[in-house]
């Protein structure tokens, strides 16, 4: 289609070039231009460690009451974790520090880490 755009917010012709680019340069570095390349994803996880049954036990007369147990928040122990890797292995895995600000600086500052 004449003007559409992808996913990533890319014409075709400009989709097309790219891809034309990157068969250019491997034909010409060979395996090199593959060790050049670095991806990396991103994802939130949560982390929850519940009572084991030993530590929930508590010792109680059989006609006392039971005692309540409340639902752990899971929300307050949420995480972002970002991964970056090349055709060797990974090269870096970093964990957002609880309650840090997810903006440009925070970005940079992993990005300086992967160097």
Known sequence: MLGSQNVNGRSQN???G???EV???YAQ???EFLDSIVTGDETWGFHHTP???Q???QWHHTHSPRT???KTSISVKKFKASVFWDRKGILLVDF???GATINAAAYCDTLTRLR
């Open 14 to 16: 400009e989709t097309d």
């Open 18 to 20: 790219f891809r034309t």
């Open 23 to 25: 068969f250019m340069r």
């Open 29 to 31: 570095e060979g395996d």
């Open 51 to 53: 009572e084991s049954k």
């Open 55 to 57: 530590q929930s036990l």
């Open 68 to 70: 309540k147990k409340f």
């Open 96 to 98: 957002m520090p609880p």
